[in-house]
């Protein structure tokens, strides 16, 4: 196919994210500011890369100014990053700050101004308290949803003056689909309802975040607030109805669980009737339902690294197991599918475009940008040339290719206003640590985690500074 080249709208965002727990490292946290990754980490150590965990990670605490720098160099319109919930407070109840990580913090968000990346700060990027989780099962209790609209107030008062860009959770379904639908992780135990009541919290959390957000005037100089989400691209194995049934119920459990609350304010009443069908329940109170109806977000970011395809379910469902929403569905793989054999996760970048087109005619259009979208590849060192820059030619092409689509959506009308990579920096994953490498640019653990530019990492600033890229 001849090749063109793309403009990049001038004022589109071209930017990079990662999260607090995935780069600060453990470097001045204190006893009892475990967060829920930690405590995952500290349970589950034999699945390690390596052994390397959090407790480097990327020291961006201490090496924040250096990485800033390479932001600037590459010339990143905005960086996305959260706020470590769990290190910020010391005291989660009494909602007392701990200065001097909010100090860090401010200091981070000042660098960032100075050098012409637009902070955006997420609230909760998996970082919900260690000790939250252990006194009242996290996100199970409502009055964990207020000590969350405290320590949000709290983040507002700090630093709500620089930045314009909030989010509430990034991907609010994936910690409990792991712990209570999945089973997958501590504690260990299939528990739909409490999945359920997990996600309804969230989505309370955001509401009444965003209700908070408006009543103190922090969105007088532009500032908008909104959340994160991962919906799931799904497609049906084919059109018969069985398989795009299973299709339907798919997007219902895993996607609009969350985009319908909290961008159109009301839950598909077509998921509660599948709910109450198998006597899945969950605390909801008028007057909360009416606070999510009134205060839905500004805008969403939204996470996509590849389709997911499912067909109708052909077992036979062991009726004395709990329900799990695989009662509908099974996972298809599409013969000759392309991969990302390292992650494996399928690579399909019309997932982009179909998103964006789905936005703009299901979800009145609002604002939305890709938050995340990037390639992890294992050992990437065996591709360095003599200058030892890593030749990631597969980056540039996912990079290319997901870019392409996410511009041809613009172009289509939909309200697309940013594509972000993830990730800036190699990080560590909270599933494999660093074993698959993301940034664009690269962590040397072997050398003291010095930090070099993939090639991916010029491409990208060439396509900033021109405007235009090849696809
Ligand atoms: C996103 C998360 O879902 O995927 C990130 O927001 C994560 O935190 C990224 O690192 C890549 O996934 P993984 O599991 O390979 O690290």
């Known amino acids: 196919m001849a090749k063109h080249t793309i ?17 600060e490292g453990w470097s001045g946290k204190k006893e009892g500011q475990d967060s829920f990754l930690d405590q995952w980490y500290k349970n589950d150590r034999y699945v390690w890369h390596n052994g390397y965990g959090p407790a480097g990670a990327t020291d961006f605490y201490n090496r924040y100014a250096e990485d800033i720098a390479l932001m600037k160099q590459i010339g990143l319109t905005h960086y996305r990053t959260s706020i470590n919930w769990s290190r910020f407070l010391t005291d989660y109840e009494n909602v007392v700050v701990d200065e001097t990580y909010a100090d860090y913090m401010s200091r981070v968000i000042d660098e960032l101004i100075a050098s012409g990346v637009e902070p955006m700060i997420c609230l909760e990027h998996y970082e919900v308290p260690a000790y939250l989780l252990d006194k009242y099962e996290g996100w199970s209790s409502k009055h964990v ?62 509401a009444k975040c965003v209700q908070l957000f408006k009543a103190k005037n922090y969105n007088q100089n532009g500032a908008k607030i909104g959340v994160i989400l991962n919906p799931e691209v799904t497609y049906a194995r084919s059109s018969a109805p069985h398989d795009q049934y299973a299709a339907h119920v798919y997007d219902l459990f895993y996607n609009r669980v969350f985009l319908d609350p909290l961008i159109k304010g009301e839950y598909p009443q077509e998921l509660f009737d599948l709910m109450s069908k198998h006597d899945i329940t969950f605390e909801s109170t008028t007057e909360e339902l009416t606070v999510i109806k009134e205060h839905t977000v500004d805008y969403v970011g939204i996470n996509l690294y590849y389709p997911h395809r499912v067909k109708a379910q052909s077992k036979a469902w062991n009726e ?98 940013g594509y972000m990579l993830w990730a800036f920096t190699d990080n560590v994953s909270p599933m494999n640590a660093f074993k698959n490498r993301y940034g664009l640019v690269e962590i040397n653990l072997e050398n003291d985690r010095s930090r070099h530019l993939k090639k991916s990492g010029y491409w990208y600033q060439a396509a900033i500074k021109e405007r235009s890229f090849v696809a």
């Open 145 to 206: 949803v207020e000590l969350f609209v405290k320590y949000a107030e709290k983040v507002f008062e700090r630093y709500g003056d620089r930045v314009k860009h909030w989010f509430t959770f990034n991907e609010p379904i994936v910690v409990q689909t792991r712990v209570y639908l999945d089973a997958l992780r501590y504690p260990y135990e299939q528990n739909t309802p409490k999945w359920m009541q997990w996600n309804y919290n969230k989505t309370l959390a955001t």
């Open 320 to 417: 004395n197991i709990p329900f799990h929403p695989s009662y509908y569905y099974e996972h298809f793989d599409l013969p000759g599918k392309r991969m990302n054999k390292s992650r494996g996760w399928e690579i399909y970048p019309k997932i982009i475009y179909d998103m964006g087109m789905r936005i703009k005619n299901e979800y009145n259009n609002i604002e939305w940008f890709v938050a995340e979208n990037g390639m992890g590849i294992e050992n990437e060192v065996v591709f360095k040339n003599e200058e030892h820059i890593i030749q990631d030619d597969y980056r540039i092409d996912f990079i290319t290719e997901h870019l392409y689509y996410t511009l041809q959506a613009v172009e289509d009308g939909s309200n697309c206003t």
């Open 7 to 23: 403009q990049i709208p001038s004022n589109f965002i071209m930017g990079a994210a990662a999260s607090a727990w995935q780069t």
